[in-house]
């Protein structure tokens, strides 16, 4: 499959531009211990279940204060319901420890200052920094991964490498095209039968094959 022409992203940027421009994550959080502890949860789990779960976690544990203190099995029993519920309840407790100890309660800000925190990896250290700072990089999900490969914008085969040749192309406004990219993906360009007739670029559309990073 050929890659897309310097013509056809142009299509693409400003179409996502266009519809997108104004997308926000669909999890669901009042602030930033909120919103790193939803973006930590919906690791190979959905914004609908993280959101189901969140509101009880954050009425018994309002702060990293209270959720560094907190017993695990109890946070066990409010993630139960989502996958790797074990590891998740484990590293929000540490992440929580580490944020008291080290960060003097305040979340950081900061992508190499997240990813030093339990359970927060590249793509959760980019979600957060693009939702609350509007930070211009590109998080690479099971959405982004695939509507990327269909678009021809990436055939790398991995979610670092395809990260990278994404920040390469598409440079600026980041932030607009990770959020773009989820929506798009998640409600059109889905997985398993795309809704091709609802689909902003058409033809610029390689295939629709489904793509996995390896």
Known sequence: MKKATKAEIQIIKEQFQKHFSQAVTELNYRNDYELLIAIILSAQCTDKRVNIITPALFEKYPSVHKLAVANLDEVKEFL?????????????????????????????????????????????????????????????????????????????????????????????????????????????????????EKCLFPHVCKTTQSFKPQ
Not at 128 to 143: C, K, P, Q, S, Y
Not at 178 to 184: G, K, N, T
């Open 80 to 196: 139960k319901s989502c996958s790797f519920f074990n590891n998740k309840s484990q590293n929000i407790i540490k992440m929580a420890q580490s944020v008291v100890s080290q960060y003097n309660g305040e979340i950081p800000h900061n992508q190499k200052e997240l990813m030093k925190l339990a359970g927060v990896g590249n793509k959760t250290a980019n979600v957060f920094m693009i939702e609350f700072e509007g930070a211009n990089l590109m998080a690479v999900d099971t959405h982004v991964f695939r509507v990327s490969h269909r678009l021809g914008l990436s055939y790398e085969k991995t979610v670092e490498k395809t990260e990278a040749e994404l920040v390469k192309k598409l440079k600026d406004d980041l932030h607009i095209f990770h959020q773009a990219m989820v929506l798009f993906g998640r409600y059109t360009c889905k997985a398993v039968k795309p809704e091709c």
